[in-house]
């Protein structure tokens, strides 16, 4: 890995600059940054992008940046800067896309169970954009379909996983032999092997709602930066794109 690229630097500048901000301006910087539902007041076209350098806590900007400088900083060697750019932001893009097109599934299916049950549509968003809910609710539809269907509205997006996921896809695909130490696991073990399992575990999670790695995951922003990663890797590999084209 070695000394900080160019890209790779500023990209960690940017991200600490903004969780600074947000330490001290808290909840201002969420609403004005985060990737809200489209449906949200907050919400601004602008927050497709800001949403990538906004993070929830200490542990969580910690482990993307270490993950961006260590999976990063060799597919940025190999690139050079501007591939790697827009490798990144497009595979931050795909996982806000697949993250805002779940929501949109999660949000509809609620709504729809609202409305069947007698309300109007303009009467659950005033109740909802008013940061409040009916206990009743959850007498028309089941406990999850209400819970994804509020989580949808008034949960926003956060941090650089999205495209974290797909710079780990481009890493496997680059160095598949490679071998990663982790912290939680007694010996090394192939990139090829790992990244493929951290995915599935995540994809596992969106679709069950059982929590493997916590609470407040956003899973399909991550499968969604993975899957805009894969398909990336598989166009340029097909059609052999290489440095010269991004000088």
């Not at 990737?35 to 993070?55: D, G, R, S, V």
């Not at 949808?152 to 490679?178: D, H, K, R």
């Amino acid at each position: 890995m070695g000394k900080l690229t160019e890209a790779i630097k500023h990209l960690l500048i940017i991200n600490i600059l903004f969780f600074v901000a947000t330490s001290l301006y808290g909840d201002q910087m969420y609403e004005w940054f985060s990737l809200w539902f489209p449906k949200n007041e907050n919400f601004a076209f602008y927050q497709i992008i800001t949403h990538m350098f906004m993070h929830g806590g200490f542990m969580h900007i910690a482990f993307n940046m270490y993950a961006l400088w260590a999976f990063g900083t060799p597919l940025e060697q190999m690139w050079g800067r501007n591939k790697f750019l827009f490798f990144y932001f497009s595979a931050g893009l795909g996982s806000a896309l697949l993250h805002t097109g779940v929501n949109y599934y999660y949000f509809n299916e609620g709504m729809q169970a609202l409305v069947s049950s007698g309300m109007t549509e303009s009467n659950v968003m005033e109740i909802i954009s008013s940061g409040q809910y009916s206990p009743d609710w959850y007498n028309i539809a089941s406990k999850s379909t209400i819970d994804n269907f509020l989580s949808a509205y008034n949960t926003p997006a956060v941090g650089a996983s999205g495209a974290i996921y797909g710079v780990l896809v481009a890493f496997g695909m680059m160095f598949p032999n490679s071998e990663l130490f982790l912290i939680f696991l007694p010996i090394p073990i192939k990139a090829k092997y790992f990244i493929p399992v951290l995915i599935g575990l995540d994809l596992f999670s969106g679709v069950t709602g059982y929590a493997i790695f916590g609470q407040g995951i956003a899973h399909f922003a991550h499968i969604g930066g993975a899957l805009f990663g894969f398909l990336m890797m598989w166009y340029w590999k097909k059609n052999q794109f290489n440095n010269n084209r991004w000088n």
